[in-house]
C-alpha cells in the first residue's frame, strides 16, 4: 500500500474561485481566461480549456478580493512557470509557481 505524500507547501493557500486572465508565452504569445481554484504567496491553481505543458512560461493576472487584501480589491501581475497539469471536467487544471509578481495601479 503507497504511502501518503508529506505536504510540501509551506505557504497558506486561500481557496478562491477568481476569473483569471492568463497569457501564454510558449509557441508565441496568446491569452486566455480562466477560474483559480486556490492561491498563494508562491503559487495558483486554476481552470482553463486551453492545453498547455508542463514546464511553460507563463503571465496571469487577477483582481484579490477585499477578504485577502483587508481593503479594497488589488489587481496583481504575475510571471511564473507551469509545474503540473491535470485533466479535469473542470478544464485544464494548472498549478503555477509564480516567479515575479506586481500590483497593478488603477489608470
Known amino acids: 500500500m503507497a504511502q501518503p505524500q508529506p505536504e510540501k507547501r509551506t505557504t497558506r493557500r486561500f481557496s478562491l474561485?477568481?476569473?483569471?486572465?492568463i497569457?501564454?508565452?510558449e509557441n508565441g504569445t496568446y491569452e486566455v481566461t480562466g477560474r483559480t481554484r486556490d492561491v498563494s504567496s508562491r503559487g495558483v491553481f486554476f481552470y482553463v480549456d486551453s492545453?498547455?505543458?508542463e514546464?511553460?512560461?507563463i503571465e496571469f493576472?487577477?483582481?484579490l478580493p477585499p477578504e485577502i487584501t483587508l481593503t479594497s480589491p488589488i489587481r496583481v501581475h504575475c510571471t511564473g512557470k507551469v509545474v503540473?497539469?491535470?485533466k479535469s471536467t473542470l478544464g485544464q487544471g494548472v498549478a503555477v509557481a509564480i516567479d515575479k509578481y506586481n500590483f497593478l495601479t488603477e489608470a
Open 17 to 21: 474561485d477568481l476569473p483569471i486572465a
Open 23 to 25: 497569457k501564454f508565452l
Open 51 to 53: 492545453s498547455i505543458t
Open 55 to 57: 514546464g511553460s512560461p
Open 61 to 63: 493576472t487577477m483582481t
Open 84 to 86: 503540473r497539469v491535470d
